[in-house]
């Protein structure tokens, strides 16, 4: 989700919060947001669900909490809740990617091993990327006057990325070649990684967080460590809004439960390492086995792998668990 789309959803909750609180909210000013319908929908359908809101916060701006929105209700209580807009049937407004350094940032491996991005750096990454890229003698000259290394590399690899999409052999062998060499890189990192002693509560926490759909790496870092936060999860509800013709239909999931009722099942929780592979496995560990719960895949976001934007891309497989 880009940054002005990030800011309408932003703006799209604060109006819930105000329609919770009893503002009046500007009927032209609502309007001008692209969610303005789910918006009402889903104030309508909260304040219904709790008639005895004393006051509505908005959390989004935060990462100290698990929800974008905090109910305080007349008897005490205090809920948590997300909300999650789309403008398909089915939608649920799931993200697909963490910070590249996530495993090793938020203490899933005890005796702070390295990042990713240090590995990298120690095998001078980019270095042979560039030697490389150079391989391609005809680069235009309003490439080879970037002066900025990053960006020379970057604008080198996207026009061999457009002559390989038309088919030059040469711009494919070099493409392939930076391929292959950053597979075997992630490889041997996933193996030095693998040797690594496991920190199995950390790993329950991130694997809980991810399942809420909190991929930020700062969000994550600053909930991971909070004292309370298998008893704030407790209280968590999920609000689906999505649009079907010409109506919002709302469903509301207890994120709290689904997820207590599923880590029951598991006395431990580690990390597999497939061999040769460049994934590993968040698993559950049950008296008759382990159960695989997310995939998470090393990976390049933009222009090539090994190139630009390094991310782990994450694989929900709860759902194989019936």
């Known amino acids: 989700m880009g940054k002005h789309e990030r800011k309408l959803i932003e703006d799209a909750e604060r109006k819930i919060v105000d329609l919770l609180n009893k503002v009046k909210v500007d009927e032209d000013d609502l309007k001008e947001n692209p969610w303005w319908e789910h918006v009402i929908e889903l104030a309508n359908f909260i ?17 100290d909490n698990t929800g974008d929105i905090l109910l305080k209700l007349s008897s005490g209580e205090e809920v948590y809740v997300e909300v999650k807009m789309s403008a398909t049937k089915t939608g649920i407004g799931t993200k697909a990617n963490i910070s590249q350094n996530s495993l090793t940032n938020n203490g899933l491996f005890k005796n702070n091993p390295k990042s990713w991005s240090d590995f990298r750096s120690e095998l001078k990454h980019n270095e042979w990327v560039s030697r490389l890229l150079n ?10 006057k970037i002066s900025n290394f ?12 457009k002559l390989a999409q038309n088919g030059n052999d040469l711009a494919k062998k070099i493409l392939h070649s930076i391929r292959e060499k950053d597979r075997k890189e992630k490889i041997a990192y996933l193996s030095y990684l693998e040797k690594q002693e496991q920190n199995s509560e950390m790993i329950k926490k991130f694997f809980i967080l991810l399942e809420m759909g909190i991929h930020k790496d700062e969000e994550i870092q600053d909930l991971i460590n909070k004292d309370n ?27 709290g439960n689904k997820i207590n009722e599923l880590i029951k099942l598991f006395s431990d929780f580690k990390i597999v390492f497939p061999k040769a592979e460049t994934h590993c496995k968040i698993i559950g560990k049950t008296k008759n086995g382990n159960i695989p719960l997310l995939q998470i895949v090393y990976h390049w976001k933009n222009i090539a792998q090994g190139i630009k934007t390094p991310c782990l891309n994450i694989f929900d497989l709860t759902k194989q668990i019936q």
Do not use: C, W
């Not at 391989?135 to 080879?144: L, T």
């Not at 990053?150 to 990325?161: C, F, K, M």
């Not at 936060?229 to 994120?255: C, H, P, T």
């Open 135 to 144: 391989k391609y003698k005809d680069y235009p000259s309003s490439i080879n």
């Open 229 to 255: 936060f298998f008893q704030e999860i407790q209280n968590i509800y999920v609000y689906y809004a999505n649009y079907s013709g010409e109506k919002i239909l709302i469903r509301k999931e207890n994120a």
């Open 47 to 63: 304040s219904q669900d709790y008639l005895n809101i004393v006051k509505a916060s908005h959390l989004g701006n935060r990462y």
């Open 150 to 161: 990053t960006s020379r590399l970057e604008e080198r690899a996207r026009y061999l990325r």
